[in-house]
């Protein structure tokens, strides 16, 4: 047994590179007239790149959940945010208003020509404070918005299993038929090796990047369009499933790309569905 | 890592959660799986931008930003293990610096495999025995993984700290309880015959139904 185990490790030090000297030049010679100590060493090789790929593929399928909660709680912080934009709107103009107020309820009193100093005020018509001078105009002036990294215009690497412009259908006025609306979009399906469809949807660009064997035929897949509050919402129709599009590219939005999930909502699946 | 250990609390960290480098280590020395989740939880939130941002930079797409990030942190976490990864700054400027290596790496590897310029380097290799190799070693591959998750949990842990994260006998006796590195190596030999036992009978299996 002791024995065994001792070959055993050693092995694995020849195999991590970990002998040298004598104690290689002893196991190379022993390698060379033992060929069970040769079949044992080939073996491990074999057994080490196996568990190399299980332990590696495991921490893969746990790193992508991870991706998928990191993108999720974005994208809730972003959907935040949107939410709070409005508020935040009117609460500039609030303070403006106070603000325009205050001058106005303020300004006769420390008007120049009450207090006898109008000509002082007037000695230095738009100059700029210190400090404001000595700066560039290139930081007093607006920002240059940071240019988004176009994440549709570029070539992937990863194989386009199908490419199609499929035309949105909307509702019929009798609300039972779907039929083809002037709109139109340009689908691409691209093969990954995730277990989770994602896509990213640009303008009248859609390009879904699915598993292989997801087996997204392009012919049996409609976009759908029904008028909602907030202007139409599409969504995607495959195998009487659904899936919400979300646009991307709107203001605040760089990731882009979005983790396929399919709609729970009762109301908008008894809209969606046919008849 | 101690199997059926009762879950602790500072598993249980959010995206919002900040986390500290110490803590991130901490939660990945072990091999524990819920440890683990913690700490990718962590490492997405605090350098994951980072990396996306400086590989959407430099040509990259959103896939990549992935796939780089992955293999950056299987690396990282296999160096920590063995012991090659000594915390001397910031994790977020290792693991950063590991993916800019890993981006331009990768790129050197996609130009010197595009069609055309390989031939002069491997003219006795096609391109489709090529893409046949790499099928087979995959069909192989997936085979070993099917017996080793048939493999009992103490087992499948043993292999994972022997095999892949090169620890001792004598290192995992003291990491699994065991009394000394006799009685490790003793279920290590039993849980080693187990899977060669299993490939062994797959791949006659395999052979019966392909022949």
Redesign the interface.
């Known amino acids: 047994?002791?024995e065994?185990?001792d070959k055993?490790?050693k092995i694995?030090q020849y195999l991590?590179g970990e002998l040298a000297g004598q104690r290689l030049a002893d196991f190379e010679a022993e390698l060379a007239r033992n060929p069970e100590l040769h079949q044992i060493l080939e073996?491990e090789q074999?057994?080490?790149?196996?568990?190399?790929?299980?332990?590696?593929?495991d921490?893969?399928n746990?790193?992508?959940?991870?991706?998928r909660?990191?993108l999720e709680?974005k994208a809730a912080r972003r959907g935040l945010i949107r939410q709070l934009i409005p508020y935040g709107i009117a609460a500039a103009i609030g303070l403006l208003l106070i603000g325009f107020g205050a001058g106005y309820i303020m300004g006769p009193r420390t008007s120049p020509d009450i207090l006898g100093n109008n000509d002082k005020k007037q000695e230095s018509p738009g100059t700029l404070p210190p400090n404001e001078i000595s700066r560039p105009p290139s930081e007093i002036g607006p920002s240059v918005p940071d240019q988004q990294?176009d994440?549709i215009g570029?070539t992937?690497?990863?194989e386009v299993l199908a490419e199609k412009q499929i035309r949105v259908l909307r509702k019929s006025d009798n609300g039972k038929t779907w039929t083809p609306a002037d709109r139109a979009i340009d689908l691409t399906i691209r093969q990954?090796d995730?277990r989770d469809a994602?896509y990213?949807f640009n303008g009248n660009k859609l390009i879904i990047?699915a598993p292989r064997e997801a087996g997204l035929h392009i012919n049996n897949l409609d976009i759908l369009e029904l008028p909602s509050g907030k202007g139409a919402g599409l969504y995607l129709s495959f195998s009487n499933r659904y899936y919400e599009l979300r646009q991307s590219g709107d203001a605040g939005d760089s990731?882009?790309?979005q983790v396929l999930i399919e709609i729970d909502d009762p109301e908008v699946i008894r809209r969606l569905s046919p008849g | 890592m101690s199997v059926g250990r009762p879950s602790n609390p500072v598993y249980m960290i959010s995206?919002?959660q900040n986390c500290s480098d110490k803590q991130i280590l901490q939660l990945l020395r072990d091999g524990d799986?819920g440890a683990?989740?913690a700490a990718?939880?962590c490492?997405?939130?605090e350098v994951?931008p980072h990396v996306r941002r400086f590989i959407?930079?430099n040509?990259g797409?959103?896939?990549d930003t992935?796939d780089v990030?992955?293999d950056v942190?299987?690396g990282f976490?296999r160096n920590w293990r063995t012991g090659k990864y000594e915390p001397t700054g910031p994790l977020r400027n290792y693991l950063t610096i590991m993916a800019r290596n890993q981006w331009y790496k990768r790129n050197r590897k996609?130009r010197t495999e595009e069609p055309g310029t390989n031939i002069a380097d491997n003219p006795g290799i096609s391109e489709t025995e090529k893409r046949e190799e790499e099928e087979e070693a995959l069909a192989?591959?997936r085979l070993?993984?099917e017996?080793?998750?048939k493999l009992p949990p103490r087992c499948r842990e043993i292999?994972?700290q022997?095999?892949?994260f090169?620890k001792?006998?004598g290192e995992i006796a003291d990491m699994m309880g065991y009394a000394d590195?006799?009685s490790v190596?003793?279920t290590?030999?039993r849980c080693?015959k187990k899977?060669?036992d299993c490939?062994e009978k797959s791949k006659q299996n395999n052979g019966r139904a392909t022949g």
Do not use: N, T
């Open positions: 047994m002791e065994q185990l055993l490790e694995h991590r073996e074999e057994l080490r790149s196996g568990a190399r790929f299980s332990v590696e593929e921490i893969r746990r790193l992508d959940k991870a991706h909660e990191y709680e990294a994440v570029g992937r690497r990863s990954h995730r994602i990213l990047y990731d882009g790309e | 995206m919002k799986p683990e989740d990718f939880r490492i997405y939130r994951f959407l930079k040509g797409q959103e896939e992935r990030f992955q942190l299987i976490i996609l192989r591959h070993l993984q017996c080793f998750k292999i994972r022997f095999y892949y090169d001792s006998l590195r006799k190596g003793q290590l030999l080693r899977w060669r490939i």
